[in-house]
């Protein structure tokens, strides 16, 4: 079908003309469109990671070099994709190579990130969290030499403290716009407490100073080390909270010195990346040495921009599946493409445009239309699968489970197909019943027992059912535990098995012909039906003897038989 559709568009066929050219579909032999919802983008990627592990084991023909994955904003994505995809070690069955691109390098860099911190310091609450995170790049570390084995003691320390707010009561003052009230809340009062106590010990409230006297000894020396650190945020601090000429600001740059060395990139990213930036940029503002003041969030855009574009688009073509941001040149001809995140507001997507782009609330024919270039490159991603299309978008509330509508391109799509295709063996005009069996309804937790229970002694009635499945081995288990519990009293009468057993969705048959290479998601042998012939007759009366009221109450199953 989906050939069908992309020659279609070839042609520029009318609809009457598609419902004549082309025969009836039959879901469970064409799986070339498949639509999935969802109830989250992280359930997107879990069933994306089954979806493309039943691939692979169907064509062994295809490699995940062949697979790319196509959001609105990658950065979105990303924890998810990490978090699904990054779970499984190279040896396990279920390990999927992968690769982002379009990502910015401060978002998954933690030098980067400490940089970006640092560029934003009149600004910044200094929490706890924000210099634990700084604490935890190695560069960093070297600088002020702390050892990554004592950074639980220092989290000790600063637990102590509350929730320091602020360097010293200047500034909470002109930064955070705080009152002199707040000043034990800062990081230097801290520091003061923390000095008194390995100096004097707990003697007593000294200045209305109250000494932390869990410090003694060589802790002295770590102590020295933080308070070095602190020292330099406020030094940092002073340079950086005036506006200043781009020649200053080129010099400026040259902060970074303070808190980083170079540590053979064991950040992930080269060793002296944020050293390279101040001294070009030092070089270029030079020249403009006349200009006027600019303020640091001029400064800190312009500097922080110059990363990301170095590693825009690298790791596009990783030979691994590819997960990247729908934009132009990114649509080339794969053999498996799937849209995540096709969610109604984020696409197409809405840009808000600047306040001096006098062009953005005066639209003139001809004029770049944003929302026309999203609709293009959805036409260029379906047009640019060879074998199979996956759309996903979260269809679901998550608090809910209340419907929301996919993207109006999605929705466009589906109402072409419902007037142009229909389902092979129903006598209708309309493809509405071939689009319900397009259309997979995922449940809200990875663990529902639909994924690995068929409802139904006959199995599943349509193509969409098909596929609720599984490969997790470890909610497998979990579900049969819970099982076992619960059926455990009546296990140990020897009167009825658990009915997992007898509607278990058996994969090792099942996936003989589609998912061979897979880890069988069915359970063990030991749960086996005993007496399987009188199993329903045994199982009722089991039940209805637990009824209070009941004729059967209290005789169990060794009454007579109706």
């Excluded at 003309?17 to 879990?46: G, K, L, M, N, Y």
């Excluded at 060879?386 to 799509?413: C, F, N």
Aim: with cysteine; charged share 25%; proline share 7%.
């Amino acid at each position: 079908m989906l050939l069908q559709l992309q020659q279609d568009i070839l042609d520029l066929a009318p609809l009457a003309e598609t419902r004549s050219r082309w025969p009836a579909v039959d879901p469970r032999r064409d799986r070339s469109i498949r639509f999935q919802i969802c109830h989250s983008a992280q359930r997107e990627v879990e069933v994306l990671h089954d979806q493309l592990l039943a691939a692979f084991a169907a064509d062994p023909t295809l490699q995940p070099r062949d697979v790319i994955v196509m959001v609105p904003d990658i950065a979105t994505y990303a924890p998810h994709i990490q978090a699904v995809f990054g779970l499984y070690p190279p040896q396990d069955p279920r390990f999927i190579p992968f690769s982002m691109a379009d990502q910015q390098s401060r978002s998954h860099e933690p030098l980067l990130a400490a940089v970006e911190f640092l560029l934003d310091l009149p600004q910044a609450r200094l929490s706890v969290s924000e210099v634990l995170d700084l604490l935890e790049v190695s560069s960093l570390q070297q600088r002020f030499g702390i050892e990554a084995e004592q950074l639980p003691q220092l989290r000790g320390w600063i637990g102590e403290e509350r929730h320091p707010l602020g360097l010293d009561p200047a500034c909470s003052g002109e930064s955070l716009e705080l009152d002199d009230a707040v000043a034990q809340n800062s990081w230097w009062f801290g520091l003061q407490r923390m000095l008194l106590g390995y100096v004097a010990g707990h003697t007593g409230t000294w200045s209305d100073i109250e000494p932390l006297d869990e410090i003694s000894g060589l802790d002295g020396e770590l102590l020295g080390r933080l308070l070095a650190l602190v020292r330099a945020l406020q030094d940092t601090w002073q340079d950086v909270r005036n506006p200043a000429t781009p020649q200053e600001w080129g010099v400026r740059c040259g902060m970074l010195d303070r808190f980083f060395v170079a540590d053979e990139g064991r950040e992930g990213i080269p060793a002296d990346a944020p050293f390279r930036g101040p001294a070009a940029m030092a070089g270029r503002l030079c020249r403009g040495a006349d200009g006027p003041a600019a303020p640091l969030s001029v400064v800190r855009e312009h500097w922080l921009a110059s990363f990301d574009d170095e590693g825009l688009g690298r790791r596009f073509f990783a030979g691994a599946v590819t997960f990247a941001t729908l934009m132009p040149m990114r649509a080339i001809p794969f053999r498996h493409v799937c849209l995540l995140g096709m969610n109604d507001g984020d696409f197409p997507r809405s840009r808000q445009p600047a306040d001096f782009d006098l062009m953005g609330n005066d639209y003139r024919p001809g004029d770049r239309s944003r929302r026309e270039d999203d609709r293009y490159l959805f036409l260029e991603a379906l047009l640019s699968a060879r074998e199979q299309l996956s759309i996903s978008w979260v269809g679901r509330s998550v608090h809910d489970d209340s419907p929301r509508p996919p993207s109006v391109l999605v929705a466009q799509l589906r109402d072409h197909i419902v007037a142009g295709w229909r389902l092979d063996g129903r006598d209708e005009e309309t493809g509405a019943a071939l689009l319900e069996a397009l259309t997979t309804q995922h449940r809200l937790q990875p663990f529902s027992r639909a994924y690995f229970v068929r409802d139904g002694a006959s199995g599943a009635t349509r193509a969409g059912e098909d596929d609720l499945f599984s490969y997790s081995n470890e909610w497998r288990m979990a579900l049969q535990q819970a099982e076992m519990g619960h059926r455990r009293p009546l296990l140990q009468k020897g009167e009825v098995a658990s009915d997992i057993a007898e509607n278990v969705v058996n994969v090792s048959a099942f996936g003989s012909s589609r998912w061979p290479m897979l880890p069988p998601a069915e359970w063990p042998e030991e749960l086996t039906l005993r007496g399987a012939d009188a199993l329903p007759e045994k199982a009722g009366r089991v039940l209805l003897s637990q009824a209070p009221g009941h004729p059967l109450a209290g005789r169990g199953c060794g009454g007579a038989r109706s």
